[in-house]
């Protein structure tokens, strides 16, 4: 069997095949032109509208979470506040003997008049 003789290249349609595929003639090439412009132009309308990041979705999406979690923490401060001041108005009602104690002896005696101030 014999082998093929090697052929020459088959010739190419393009004018001048040292130049790089971008440099070739494209037929319609101010639509492309217009079209790339028109979507650069979307591009930057975006980018200022809701920042450069690409997640700009996922971003928004937190955004109720961190401020739910601020709330939650706002009331449970606001709880252990409240708790703590309550129970130093006890401590400073049992100094003055306005505590439990007293509220105990009004009860048992009405009619003796119980002074807080010894």
């Known amino acids: 069997m014999s082998s093929p003789t090697p052929t020459s290249p088959p010739a190419s349609s393009d004018p001048d095949p040292q130049l790089p595929e971008a440099f ?3 037929p319609n090439e101010e639509k492309y032109v217009l079209q790339a412009d028109a979507l650069r132009h979307r591009q930057l309308r975006s980018a200022l509208l809701y ?3 690409r997640y700009w979705r ?3 999406q937190v955004w109720p979470a961190v401020i739910g979690g601020l709330i939650l923490v706002a009331l449970i ?3 252990i506040a ?3 001041a309550f129970g130093r108005q ?3 009602n049992e100094e003055r003997g306005w ?3 007293t509220r105990q002896q009004m009860i048992q005696s009405p009619l003796t008049d119980v002074s807080p101030f010894p």
């Open 24 to 26: 070739h003639y494209t």
């Open 51 to 53: 920042g450069s990041s």
């Open 58 to 60: 996922r971003r928004q």
């Open 77 to 79: 401060c606001g709880v």
């Open 82 to 84: 409240l708790i703590g």
């Open 90 to 92: 006890q401590e400073v």
């Open 99 to 101: 505590g439990n104690t």
